[in-house]
């Protein structure tokens, strides 16, 4: 059995937390508030990311610490909170001697036309880009200063139970159970890889796992063989047993709905995600560790499950 801290609690948070209680670790999980319920096994300690001297008691007495963070979809907001949150968490393991498995997405590479590769350079691009780019320097300095042993989990735009920020689990499978339109604010016909929440999970908790010879680099996350967003949204319509409809926001209208909706309007610059194939390389984590990634087929029925039974309780 070993200490880890899980900070952040939203849908990795909670997946990795309860990945960790399974197997017998003792799991602190750290946010602002404590949540309605926590796995058993686990603890909870208050704390937030922003204030150094709150993160450092909080990476106190653990082996690793597991940062599965996520802040309101603001640039200002993030470039406000993410630095200083990465500078505290990298003096809180500094100090205890944690080990930091950062739970990371794929905005630092900016838009590209080819597989996304570890390797590729940081982005000098768009405002969540660079934000991104910056925090990678910042573990990849520590890390390489001998500061801290940081590693970097990279996941694509991600699905499954529970998960309140995903087009597939909310405005798809949640609508779809509702008897209404799958709704998507872009193209859902270019290929795009999906990373699966609980897999995501297991790769965090793989890189906890793994020796320091891993550390100091990025991992990219398996995921199932790559579809179209309209083809995971008809493997889910067709498991529900419904008609596959989706209604797609029209570019030319995203401006306009962006006067009303600052998420909207926050995703503005990350159109390179969505207007074009959108594919990720995890061979490097394949041939390191593990490549049976869950498929769509697995993943959409657990999500399904999630949200058919939330509907329930309602």
């Not at 579809?227 to 596959?244: D, E, K, Q």
């Amino acid at each position: 059995m070993r200490n880890i801290g899980v900070i952040g609690y939203g849908g990795v948070g909670r997946a990795t937390a309860s990945m960790l209680a399974n197997r017998g670790d003792a799991v602190r999980i750290v946010q602002r508030k404590k949540p309605t319920e926590i796995p058993g096994g686990c603890t909870f300690q208050a704390a937030d990311s922003t204030d150094r001297e709150a993160t450092i008691r909080a990476c106190a007495g653990v082996d690793a610490v597991v940062c599965c963070l996520g802040f309101p979809y603001d640039s200002v907001l993030w470039t406000r909170v993410w630095p200083k949150t990465m500078a505290n968490l990298i003096d809180g393991c500094s100090t205890s001697g944690a080990r930091l498995v950062f739970a990371d997405n794929l905005y630092m590479y900016g838009p590209q036309t080819s597989r996304l590769t570890e390797e590729m350079p940081l982005s000098n691009y768009g405002r969540k880009p660079v934000l991104r780019s910056e925090i990678t320097k910042l573990w990849k300095s520590a890390n390489d200063a001998g500061r801290v042993r940081a590693v970097a989990v990279r996941a694509s735009d991600f699905y499954g139970p529970d998960v309140a920020t995903s087009v597939i689990s909310v405005f798809g499978v949640a609508r779809l159970l509702a008897g209404k339109p799958a709704l998507t604010p872009y193209s859902p016909e270019h290929p795009h890889d999906f990373t699966y929440v609980p897999d995501f999970a297991r790769a965090l908790v793989t890189l906890v796992d793994a020796p320091d010879d891993a550390y100091g680099q990025a991992w990219h996350v398996p995921n199932a063989p790559t579809r179209t967003l309209r083809g995971v949204l008809t493997l889910a319509a067709s498991l529900i047993g419904v008609p596959t409809r989706i209604t797609v926001l029209p570019p030319a209208l995203a401006p306009l709905v962006g006067l009303f909706s600052k998420e909207v309007r926050e995703t503005g610059e990350m159109r390179f995600q969505w207007d074009r194939p959108y594919l990720v390389d995890s061979s490097k984590f394949a041939a390191r560790f593990w490549n049976d990634a869950t498929p769509f087929e697995s993943g959409l029925g657990e999500t399904i499950s999630f949200y058919r039974t939330a509907s329930q309780k309602r």
